[in-house]
């Protein structure tokens, strides 16, 4: 699921995700939503946490949410799902601030793309300069310790490691009963935002 950022005046999103995504588009097991934002604070579409429950009912077993990339503010996404994985970009200044503390904190895996080329000693450097960062944080409540990993999507590098901490993590959080625990808490607190939503919207229609 692939959400797009809209424009504040027309309104549009160019939802192209399938476009680049040549491969994966052509597998049958697969399945892509672009979804535009549509001025959704925090990363996602409204609609993006009942889309991920039809998903989850139609038989896909790993959903992948893909946010806008508005950096410190995508966070509601944290509220959905069961990994977050903060994908960055070495060269870009991003390092520089390892500080983006409220979306780093969240982050349970930290990976640098496009470690290839010219640009492997930028994301190694990079990788340090997080690693260092993540050690500020406080400990996570799963007992999770979060890492910084390097990859290459063209080059198709380091995302078996990727994914092996993806595992990890579930099998984890899964032992010491965080997995369950979190998804409870995240049904609960989607059930008042439903509320305070419905709320909401009733005032202003009386109003």
């Given amino acids: 699921m692939?959400?797009?950022?809209?424009?504040e005046r027309t309104k549009g999103s160019i939802l192209g995700d399938k476009t680049r995504m040549e491969e994966l588009a052509g597998d049958k097991n697969a399945y892509i939503r672009p979804s535009p934002s549509a001025g959704s604070l925090?990363?996602?579409?409204?609609?993006?946490?009942?889309?991920?429950?039809?998903?989850?009912?139609?038989?896909?077993?790993?959903?992948?949410?893909?946010?806008?990339?508005?950096?410190?503010?995508?966070?509601?996404?944290?509220?959905?799902?069961?990994?977050?994985?903060?994908?960055?970009?070495?060269g870009a200044g991003d390092e520089?601030?390892?500080?983006?503390?409220?979306?780093?904190?969240?982050?349970?895996?930290?990976?640098?793309?496009?470690?290839?080329?010219?640009?492997?000693?930028?994301?190694?450097?990079?990788?340090?300069?997080?690693?260092?960062?993540?050690?500020?944080?406080?400990?996570?409540?799963s007992g999770w310790e979060?890492?910084?990993?390097?990859?290459?999507?063209?080059?198709?590098?380091?995302?078996?490691?990727?994914w092996e901490q993806i595992e990890k993590y579930k099998s984890l959080t899964r032992e010491n009963n965080y997995y369950f625990q979190k998804r409870n808490e995240q049904a609960t607190y989607w059930m008042h935002e439903t509320i305070q939503e419905n709320l909401k919207r009733n005032f202003l229609r009386k109003s």
């Fill in 2 to 7: 692939a959400i797009d950022p809209s424009s």
């Fill in 96 to 141: 520089l601030q390892g500080i983006k503390r409220g979306i780093m904190e969240m982050a349970d895996t930290i990976a640098i793309n496009k470690a290839d080329g010219n640009n492997i000693e930028k994301a190694q450097l990079a990788g340090i300069q997080y690693n260092n960062a993540l050690h500020l944080f406080p400990k996570k409540e």
């Fill in 146 to 162: 979060p890492n910084v990993l390097t990859c290459s999507a063209t080059a198709k590098t380091g995302i078996a490691e990727v």
């Fill in 42 to 90: 925090g990363g996602v579409a409204r609609k993006t946490r009942e889309t991920i429950i039809l998903c989850e009912a139609a038989g896909f077993d790993h959903i992948f949410i893909e946010t806008v990339g508005v950096g410190q503010s995508e966070t509601a996404v944290h509220s959905m799902t069961d990994f977050f994985l903060l994908l960055m970009l070495a």
